[in-house]
C-alpha cells in the first residue's frame, strides 16, 4: 500500500514556475514508478509526465516537453514535477500516481497503468 501526498500548488502569472512534490508513504517507494497526471474543467485527467523506479528514464507529454522536468528521491520518498514557462493552458488539478513495475513501459502514459493516486494540488496559471 502506497499513500501519496501532493503539495506545492497555487498561484502564478504566466512565464512563471512552481516545483509539486509528491510524498510516498511506505518504504518501497523505489519499488514503484511515478507519474503526474492533471486535469481541467471539462477534460479527463491527461498524462504530464512519468519517471521510472531508478529515475533514469523520463517521459513527458507533448505539450510539457521542453518546460517540465521530473524526478525523484528515492531516500526522500518524493518525487518532483518541474515547471518552467508555465502557461494559462497548464492550469489544473495536478495529481500524483504510482505503479509497479511490471508492464509498466507499455502503459506509462495510460492512467489505467497506476495503481495509486494522491488528491491533487491545484495549479492555476494567469494571463
Known amino acids: 500500500q502506497v499513500q501519496l501526498v501532493e503539495s506545492g500548488g497555487g498561484l502564478v502569472q504566466a512565464g512563471g514556475s512552481l516545483r509539486l512534490s509528491c510524498a510516498a508513504s511506505?518504504?518501497?517507494?523505489?519499488?514503484?514508478?511515478m507519474a503526474w497526471f492533471r486535469q481541467t474543467p471539462g477534460r479527463e485527467r491527461g498524462f504530464v509526465a512519468a519517471?521510472?523506479?531508478?529515475?533514469?528514464?523520463?517521459y513527458f507529454a507533448d505539450s510539457v516537453k521542453g518546460r517540465f522536468t521530473i524526478s525523484r528521491d528515492n531516500a526522500k520518498n518524493t518525487v518532483y514535477l518541474q515547471m518552467n514557462s508555465l502557461k494559462p493552458e497548464d492550469t489544473g488539478v495536478y495529481y500524483c500516481?504510482?505503479?509497479?513495475?511490471?508492464?509498466?513501459?507499455?502503459?506509462?502514459?495510460?492512467?489505467?497503468?497506476?495503481?495509486?493516486w494522491g488528491q491533487g494540488t491545484q495549479v492555476t496559471v494567469s494571463s
Open positions: 500516481a504510482a505503479a509497479d513495475r511490471v508492464g509498466w513501459y507499455s502503459t506509462r502514459g495510460l492512467q489505467r497503468g497506476y495503481k495509486y
Open positions: 519517471v521510472n523506479w531508478s529515475g533514469d528514464s523520463t
Open positions: 511506505g518504504r518501497t517507494f523505489s519499488s514503484y514508478a
